[in-house]
C-alpha cells in the first residue's frame, strides 16, 4: 500500500520567507509526528497529533513554527519568516496509534534549504 | 526524560562478517525500543521493535537486537554483513507514561554502517 508522502521533496527559501511544508499519513493511521534531521544533530522532535486531541508541540524551537492536521489526515507545518538555522530535513510519520509500542512509518522527508 | 546514546559515528566491517551497532539508553519505567534504517535521501525505514517478552528481537533484513536491562542496552546485529547494509542506523526509545504524554521518539544520533568487500 501506500506509505507516507511529503511535499515538496526539496525547498530552496530566502531568509524571511514564510514555507509551507506538506504530509500526507498512511491511510487510516490517526498519529502523525513531524521531526526535524540537521546535520550532526540526529532528530528532534517537533508535533505530534492524534486525533481530535490537542497536538503536542512540545518540540516546536519557537513560535515561527506551527503545524494543523485537517480532517484528521493531511497535515501542513507552516515556518514562518525563515532563518538559516531552520535548513533541515523535515520527515514526517504516521502510525496506527499513538499508543507507546507502535512503530511509525516515515516520509522521504522535505529538504529545506534557507538561502 | 529519556535518551539514547549511540557511541559510535561511524562503523566499519568487511562483507560476510558480523557486524554490532551499539545503543544505550536512559529512561524512567519500562522502555520500548526501536531500530531504524535510513539510507541515502530516504527516509527512516523501522526495522525492528522491543516491547516486552524475549530479550533477543528478530527483524527485517536479517537484523536482531538484544535487550539488555542491567547494562540499559539494545545493540544491533547481524551475523554476516552485506555491503547493501551501508546506511545510517538510528535507535530510538519510548518510555511508558500513564499519562500518555509519552508518546515521542527520542532518537540517538545515528552510526553510519559501511559494509566493504
Known amino acids: 500500500g501506500a506509505g507516507v508522502s511529503q511535499s515538496p521533496s526539496n525547498k530552496v527559501t530566502e531568509k524571511g520567507k514564510d514555507v509551507e511544508l506538506r504530509c500526507d499519513p498512511i491511510?487510516?493511521?490517526?498519529?502523525l509526528y513531524w521531526y526535524r534531521q540537521s546535520l550532526g544533530q540526529g532528530l528532534e522532535f517537533l508535533i505530534y497529533?492524534?486525533?481530535?486531541?490537542?497536538?503536542?508541540k512540545s518540540g516546536l524551537p519557537s513560535d515561527r513554527f506551527s503545524a494543523e492536521r485537517t480532517g484528521g489526515s493531511v497535515s501542513t507545518l507552516t515556518i514562518q519568516r525563515t532563518q538559516q538555522e531552520d535548513s533541515a530535513v523535515y520527515l514526517c510519520?504516521?502510525?496506527?496509534?499513538?499508543?507507546?509500542?507502535?512503530?511509525?512509518?516515515f516520509g522521504p522527508g522535505t529538504r529545506l534549504t534557507v538561502t | 526524560a529519556q535518551s539514547v546514546a549511540q557511541p559510535e559515528d561511524q562503523v566499519n566491517v568487511a562483507e560476510g562478517n558480523p557486524l554490532t551497532v551499539k545503543c544505550t539508553y536512559s529512561?524512567?519505567?519500562?522502555?520500548?525500543l526501536f531500530w531504524y534504517v535510513q539510507y541515502p535521501n530516504r527516509g527512516l525505514q523501522f526495522l525492528l521493535k522491543?516491547?516486552?517478552?524475549?530479550?533477543l528481537v528478530k527483524g527485517s533484513y536479517g537484523f536482531e537486537a538484544e535487550f539488555n536491562k542491567s547494562q540499559t542496552s539494545f545493540h544491533l546485529k547481524k551475523p554476516s554483513a552485506l555491503v547493501s547494509d551501508s546506511a545510517l542506523y538510528f535507535c530510538?526509545?519510548?518510555?511508558?507514561?500513564?499519562?500518555?504524554?509519552?508518546?515521542?521518539?527520542?532518537f540517538g544520533t545515528g552510526t553510519q554502517l559501511k559494509v566493504e568487500l
Open positions: 510519520a504516521s502510525s496506527s496509534s499513538a499508543g507507546t509500542y507502535y512503530e511509525q512509518y
Open positions: 491511510s487510516g493511521h490517526t498519529a
Open positions: 497529533f492524534q486525533g481530535n486531541s490537542a497536538p503536542d
Open positions: 529512561v524512567s519505567g519500562n522502555p520500548y
Open positions: 522491543y516491547i516486552t517478552g524475549d530479550n
Open positions: 530510538a526509545v519510548r518510555a511508558f507514561s500513564i499519562t500518555g504524554g509519552g508518546n515521542k521518539l527520542t
